[in-house]
């Protein structure tokens, strides 16, 4: 009767939440993969195997559960939580709880580092950059280096930070990175390497981790195999989500922590691997059997839940042509008659037409535009659809609008409270020193130039020197420092107090200030649910919310509105209608990714997680003219483009083929040559008489 709650799973799903557990015991057991395909109720296997240890008699204290958002993290404890309920009770909630170590790989990371600091050299009392900071860091050493000043251009500082990271998430060499993704920045290989070397010691002296750190600190501390036995028998049970959507540096950290396997599981699907510009790799599920042959288990789940019988059959095809791939072939209860759409129009703008043609249609019968979307490989082949939107006045959302963190008037106070955590970072040092009029470059590395060498940085702020032109401001701003660093404010408050010494130059610095404070009185009320300032800005820096005032589009009113996004966007979300634009060589698979068969695979596996985002229609649109955005082209800058080659000839059969719009004979006139077919300019008289 216990397990009662498992009654709902199907057989293979069973199957893994029982993998190894035993009744009442809940032992680490072997190794086990979870190949989860779309729609399989991935989440909700995992979440019922984590319960199950826990009913079973597993510590959720040493449970160790890693997802990729700290929302999926919170979601999925949430889940466990209702699942125990039903054998538990009220004490479920004591035990999920007790589940402490449910995060990104990032924040665990953090977590991790604070605890063995001292092990490993590093000062536990560090701050973490995220991407901005890191870049802007990367510009100042970049400059101090004479490289911004070079007679050829040299890479930006964006450009800079995604080689590095890619060299660090990828475990690869400089030059390798360079050769196979960067080739334009080849011939600065010995600059570069000079740059990195500059960038991780002026981290080092300020006290300072980026998000590439958080993962490289961790896989170095666990080379040392005392460290790695140390902190891998904290979890008798380690969990990961989305596997294929791993680095080599995470998957090497798992590999240290847990070398025999024994406790691990990990789920994911090797055909929605969609995120190799992220350096993640499909290598690492797929040979993960490989890593503890023969003790691996791998379980497949291919009842899916989400899409009819005839779009399953042709996404299985498409992916079956893959050249590597776990076997498994989606099947579902759910029968219909009608085909998945291979829709062939003349352009894009004809192409926008058709989609927003089915989509009032479809409203019209009861699907709401929030269950439809529309699907693109990248975000400008949406430019024409958007006109068109805006021109029928139908209200969408475009994914991909900037996150909370991002806005500028958001990054300052966070700058502030991080200034008071750590004021040896120079990077929000000389943020939050320009915030004051008055205060440039030279003047705001004067006084960070004081405070670094002093034994206490903000006791000697009132000895620095005062910049000349700043005025009353430098007052206020040392009261401010004495405000928040004699710890009389508890949290909150402190950010209530940096808020409202931000908020004249707010009004100063932004014309829209009034919107812009929003965000800032929303800032804390997030920050309400931190227990102190050094974990609200370690977590919200890893994970940080979507802002509302800095969506992509404009505000709406509408209570309904159709959804624009990209495949990667798109992943892990359903719709009952989907639309697939400009699938044809040269956009999917993009004519920027069909150099190596790894690029090819990777873009198959895009167009198969397009496709299976639908529920109950899905339409691939085929645009025959196709605008370029190259700029060698010449003239019209159209192309002629084909149907994509993921789906050959013979898959034809499994999709309804149709052309829009249909041809139209045009109907015989007797109008004369010479006369106007409308006479526009006595309409136009008429239109102010009176009928």
Known sequence: MVAAYLDALNPEQRQAVEHGVEAGRAEPAPPLLIIAGAG?????????????????????????????????????TGRVERIG??????????????????????????????????????????????????????????HELGYSKLDSRFPAKATCLSIYSRCVNAQAPLEEVLRTVFPWCATWA?????????????????????YDDLLLYWAQAVTDPHLAAEIGERFDHILVDEYQDTNRLQ???????????????????????????????????????????????????????????????????????????????????????????????????????YVVEQVLARRETGTALKQQAVLFRTSSHSGALEVELTRRN????????????????????????????????????????????????????????HITTAPDPLAALASAPAPARIGPDWAGFLELVADLANGDLSWPAELERARQWYEPHLDRIHEDGEIRLGDLLQLEQIAAGYPSRERFLTELTLDPPDATSDQSGV????????????????????????????????????DLGTGQTAEIEEERRLLYVAMTRAKDELHIMLPQRFFTHNQQAQGDRHVHVSRTRFIPKGLLGLFEKTSWPMAVQPAPTSTPAHAPRIDVAERLRGMWWLA
């Open 85 to 142: 309920r039903r054998v538990m009770g009220d004490k479920a909630s004591v035990l999920t709880d007790a589940m402490a170590w449910a995060g990104t790989f990032h924040g665990v990371g953090a977590r991790l580092l604070r605890d063995i600091a001292e092990q490993i050299g590093l000062d536990p009392a560090f701050t973490i950059h995220d991407r901005e900071d890191a870049a802007d860091l990367m510009n100042l050493v970049r």
């Open 394 to 449: 139908i209200p969408y959302v475009k994914f991909g609008g900037l996150k909370f963190l991002d806005a500028a008037h958001v990054k300052d106070v966070m700058a502030v409270l991080r200034f008071l955590q750590n004021p040896r970072d120079r990077v929000v040092g000389f943020r939050v020193m320009q915030l004051m009029p008055g205060v440039g470059p030279v003047s705001a590395q004067r006084v960070l130039d």
């Open 251 to 353: 998957a090497s950290i798992l590999l240290a922590l847990k070398p025999d396997g024994r406790g691990l599981t990990v789920v994911g699907d090797d055909a929605q691997s969609i995120y190799a510009f992220r350096a993640a790799t499909v290598r690492n599920i797929l040979d993960f059997p490989g890593h503890f042959t023969p003790e691996a288990t791998v379980l497949t789940l291919e009842r899916n839940y989400r899409s009819t019988q005839p779009i399953l059959s042709a996404a299985n095809a498409v992916i079956e042509l893959a050249a590597e791939r776990f076997t498994k072939n989606l099947w579902t209860e759910r029968q219909s008659d009608g085909a998945p759409r291979l829709v062939t129009v003349r352009s894009e703008t004809d192409q926008a037409r």
């Open 40 to 76: 399989s109720g991935k989440t909700n296997t995992l979440a019922h195997r984590v319960a199950h240890l826990i009913v079973n008699g597993a510590d959720p204290r040493r449970i160790l559960l890693m997802t990729f958002s700290r929302r999926a993290a919170s979601e999925m």
């Open 555 to 590: 505000p709406l009113l509408d209570e309904d509105y159709l959804i624009l996004s990209t495949i990667h966007s798109a992943k892990g979300q359903e719709w009952t209608s989907v639309f697939v634009l400009n699938a044809v060589d040269g956009c999917l698979p993009s």
């Open 190 to 210: 010995a600059e570069l390497r000079t740059l990195f070397a500059g960038y991780v010691e002026a981290k080092q002296k300020q006290n300072v981790l980026d």
